[in-house]
Nanobody, 123 residues
Framework: VQLQASGGGLVQPGGSLRLSCAAS????????MGWFRQAPGKEREFVAA????????YYADSVKGRFTTSRDNAKNTVDLQMNSLKPEDTAVYYC?????????????????WGQGTQVTVSS
């Protein structure tokens, strides 16, 4: 499966952005989808993940209550709605797909990665 993330940009603190990840292939609904981010000089970290059906979601503590991930299996897309953004949310955001069932926070358990989209939170 090929993944294409979009929707990044520059936003002021407290603002919102919605990232989208479009996937190719007819088996999108069989993939667990995850969002990760990498800030300059830091390792890539888990942000959010969503199960095949969308019924189970995981979030990093740092974004819980501010970010929401959802998916539309008919459109082969997964979104990350980011609200109340903070400067520390600045990073390149990646979407990823996992073939196995079971929502995971570990990047090692994801098989396919998109190219990343830059999110910058600054006044």
């Amino acid at each position: 499966v090929q993944l294409q993330a979009s929707g990044g940009g520059l936003v002021q603190p407290g603002g919102s952005l919605r990232l989208s990840c479009a996937a190719s292939g007819r088996t999108f609904s069989r993939y667990v989808m995850g969002w990760f981010r990498q800030a300059p000089g830091k390792e890539r970290e888990f942000v959010a993940a969503i199960s095949w059906s969308g019924g189970i979601t995981y979030y990093a503590d740092s974004v819980k209550g501010r970010f929401t991930t959802s998916r539309d299996n008919a459109k082969n897309t997964v979104d990350l709605q980011m609200n109340s953004l903070k400067p520390e949310d600045t990073a390149v955001y990646y979407c990823a797909a996992r073939r196995m069932s079971g929502v995971s926070r570990s990047e090692d358990e994801y098989d396919y990665w998109g190219q990343g989209t830059q999110v910058t939170v600054s006044s």
